[in-house]
């Protein structure tokens, strides 16, 4: 079994930075490609970030392409979040995800993870 665990989440103003992380155990961290996604307060939850299992593809969501970058450290266990220019809009819950789905190519479908870590908030003020 999988788990998950994001961390480096909470306060910070608009403009500012953060970043999440991701600590993967229970299995082989290279294995698996890795996904964000986030849902704000009252919505759904929506893509932000993925990367292949090899780590050579990235895509990313519309409103997040050019502040946030996704990275991964194998030798680490870990996954990573880059966000930067924060806005908001921003504003929401991010769960890290974890894909047994092995394609040379980052997958942004919530279907195709196979295990979620618990969420952390992250709430930017204006």
């Known amino acids: 079994q999988v788990h998950l665990v994001e961390s480096g989440g909470g306060l910070v103003q608009a403009g500012g930075s953060l970043r999440l992380s991701c600590a993967v155990s229970g299995d082989t961290f290279s294995s698996y490609g890795m996904g964000w996604f986030r849902q704000p307060p009252g919505e759904e939850r929506e893509f932000v970030a993925a990367?292949?299992?090899?780590?050579?593809?990235?895509s990313y969501g519309d409103s997040v392409k050019g502040r946030f970058t996704i990275s991964r450290d194998n030798a680490k266990n870990t996954l990573y979040l880059q966000m930067n220019s924060l806005k908001p809009e921003d504003t929401a819950v991010y769960y890290c995800?974890?894909?047994?789905?092995?394609?040379?190519?980052?997958?942004?479908?919530?279907?195709?993870?196979?295990?979620w870590g618990q969420g952390i908030q992250v709430t930017v003020s204006s």
């Open positions: 990367i292949s299992w090899k780590g050579g593809s990235t």
């Open positions: 995800a974890a894909t047994l789905v092995r394609v040379n190519y980052a997958l942004p479908g919530p279907d195709e993870y196979d295990y």
